[in-house]
C-alpha cells in the first residue's frame, strides 16, 4: 500500500494513502461502533464503501502511531467526525483511489483531497467570491487550490449555515506555495486560519488549522 505521513507541526500529522484492499481486507482492521455499522450500511455503492472503510483504517494507523488506543468515532449534530474518549482533533477525506486522515493534538482541523479537473472551471460562480474569480483567472491548478484550501476550511468550520462564496475566503497566493491564509467570515464568528497545501496523491492535499 502506498502511504504518505506528513508532519505538519509538532501537533499535527496527516496520513494518506493509495486505496488498494478491498473491502473484507479493510473490514478485518477495524471494530466498528454500532453508529458507524449504520452509517456503512446506509452507503450502497461499493466504491464508497471501500473509501469509507479506509478512512477509518488510516485514523486509527495514525492515531496507533501517536499511542493512542483508538477505539473509533462519533459524529456530532452537524455530522463532523470526533474519536472516542479522545480530545485530539482530527478530519477524514476521501477521493476515487484515495483515503486520507488529519489528526490535531489541541486545535480544530480540517483536511481534503482533490484531484485537479477542469470540471472546477463549471463551479465557480458559486465557490468562488469575485476577488478569487480574478486571481484564479480560470487557471485549472489555481481553482483546483481555492476549491481544496475551502473544503479543508469548512471541514474544520464542521457547521451548517455557511456557503463557499460568502463565508469562506482564501487570500491571494503565488503559484506552488505550500502555505495560504484562510478567513471564516460569519455574523457572528470571524477567524483567520493558515492552510497547508501540498501536490501529492490524487493531485492535491489542503490541511486547515
Not at 478491498?22 to 456503512?40: F, H, I, N, R, Y
Not at 483504517?57 to 474518549?85: N, S, T
Not at 475551502?150 to 463557499?164: I, N, P, V
Amino acid at each position: 500500500m502506498v502511504t504518505f505521513q506528513i508532519d505538519i507541526n509538532s501537533e499535527c500529522v496527516v496520513r494518506l494513502q493509495a486505496i488498494t484492499n478491498d473491502e473484507p481486507t479493510l473490514w478485518a482492521g477495524l471494530s466498528l461502533t454500532a453508529p458507524e455499522q449504520e452509517d456503512l450500511a446506509s452507503i450502497k455503492h461499493p466504491s464508497q464503501r471501500i473509501e469509507w472503510l479506509a478512512c477509518r483504517v488510516a485514523i486509527r494507523q495514525l492515531a496507533e502511531a501517536q499511542g493512542m488506543a483508538y477505539r473509533g468515532l462519533w459524529k456530532d449534530e452537524f455530522g463532523k467526525p470526533h474519536l472516542l474518549d479522545s480530545p485530539w482533533h482530527i478530519s477524514l477525506s476521501h477521493t476515487g483511489g484515495w483515503a486520507a486522515a488529519v489528526l490535531h493534538r489541541s486545535r480544530q482541523v480540517g483536511i481534503d483531497i482533490e484531484p485537479v479537473r477542469e470540471q472546477f472551471k463549471r463551479v465557480v460562480p458559486r465557490v468562488l467570491s469575485e476577488n478569487e474569480i480574478a486571481h484564479a483567472a480560470g487557471n485549472t491548478t489555481r481553482l483546483a487550490v481555492y476549491w481544496c484550501a475551502k473544503e479543508a476550511l469548512y471541514k474544520l468550520y464542521g457547521k451548517r449555515q455557511l456557503t463557499f462564496r460568502e463565508h469562506l475566503y482564501i487570500e491571494p497566493f503565488a503559484d506552488g506555495a505550500d502555505e495560504l491564509v484562510g478567513h471564516v467570515r460569519l455574523p457572528n464568528h470571524q477567524e483567520e486560519l493558515t492552510i497547508r497545501c501540498f501536490s501529492t496523491g490524487p493531485g492535491l492535499l489542503a490541511v486547515a488549522f
